[in-house]
């Protein structure tokens, strides 16, 4: 696992909560995102009931032929391959998920004759890129990831171009029935799918749930 990118300011109290995530909980974070890479389209295909490819199309739809395209937390890479057309560059914290995302995004631009994207081991608060350098940036389920959200959002428009967007496609516990149905989905749903898949009981997806 690589933190190198991991902020250097305030270290966080709170565990997780709404903000953010603090240092402790972050590190274990990434050594469990890892952990599913192997599995970790098949399990979010059968716990959205395929929904999930249907979320991506949505969003790349944002994006249009010849645009400056970022993804923050680009994970195995499963969003970009799917962008057409666009100058792309990769973000993630993990060097093991771009080493994935760099394998399968290039085979489908290289099919396209697109040139190979960019890609850049970071986290969300400390983009190493210039300002005003982005026609769209896409965060798919990597938002609620962030070690301090607003650091996340600042970096994130500084480097979105004038009239640029940000699309962001993550969980919300917008009402509390919505959100006491997530974590009855997470809590039973998830759990029994990913031991299944994997065939581990001690699956990364039991600590994902929080």
């Given at each position: 696992?690589a933190n190198?990118?991991?902020?250097?300011?305030?270290?966080r109290?709170?565990?997780?909560?709404?903000?953010?995530?603090?240092?402790?909980?972050?590190?274990?974070?990434?050594?469990?995102?890892?952990?599913?890479?192997?599995?970790?389209?098949?399990?979010?295909?059968?716990?959205?009931?395929?929904?999930?490819?249907?979320?991506?199309?949505?969003?790349?739809?944002?994006?249009?032929?010849?645009m400056?395209?970022?993804?923050?937390?680009?994970?195995p890479?499963?969003?970009?391959?799917?962008?057409?057309?666009?100058?792309?560059?990769?973000?993630?914290?993990?060097?093991?998920?771009?080493?994935?995302?760099?394998k399968?995004?290039?085979?489908?631009?290289?099919?396209?004759?697109?040139?190979?994207?960019?890609?850049?081991?970071?986290?969300?608060?400390?983009?190493?890129?210039?300002?005003?350098?982005?026609?769209?940036?896409?965060?798919?389920?990597?938002?609620?990831?962030?070690?301090?959200?607003?650091?996340?959002?600042?970096?994130?428009?500084?480097?979105?171009?004038?009239?640029?967007?940000?699309?962001?496609?993550?969980?919300?516990k917008?009402?509390?029935?919505?959100?006491?149905?997530?974590?009855?989905?997470?809590?039973?749903?998830?759990?029994?799918?990913?031991?299944?898949?994997?065939?581990d009981?001690?699956?990364?997806?039991?600590?994902?749930?929080?």
């Amino acid at each position: 696992m690589a933190n190198e990118g991991m902020p250097d300011g305030e270290n966080r109290q709170h565990g997780i909560d709404a903000t953010g995530i603090d240092a402790e909980e972050w590190a274990e974070l990434m050594v469990n995102l890892e952990a599913t890479i192997p599995a970790y389209d098949k399990v979010n295909t059968i716990v959205t009931l395929g929904q999930d490819a249907r979320w991506r199309r949505h969003v790349q739809s944002f994006a249009t032929a010849g645009m400056d395209v970022l993804e923050v937390g680009c994970g195995p890479g499963t969003f970009s391959e799917g962008l057409v057309g666009v100058n792309l560059t990769c973000l993630d914290p993990s060097r093991e998920m771009l080493a994935v995302a760099k394998k399968r995004v290039n085979a489908g631009r290289k099919a396209r004759k697109e040139e190979d994207a960019i890609y850049v081991e970071a986290t969300a608060e400390s983009i190493p890129l210039q300002d005003n350098s982005f026609d769209r940036v896409f965060c798919l389920f990597s938002f609620r990831d962030f070690h301090d959200k607003k650091a996340g959002l600042t970096e994130i428009l500084r480097v979105l171009k004038p009239g640029g967007r940000l699309v962001i496609c993550d969980a919300g516990k917008g009402r509390f029935p919505h959100g006491l149905m997530g974590r009855i989905w997470m809590g039973t749903v998830v759990q029994l799918v990913a031991r299944m898949v994997t065939k581990d009981p001690n699956h990364p997806w039991k600590w994902l749930a929080k």
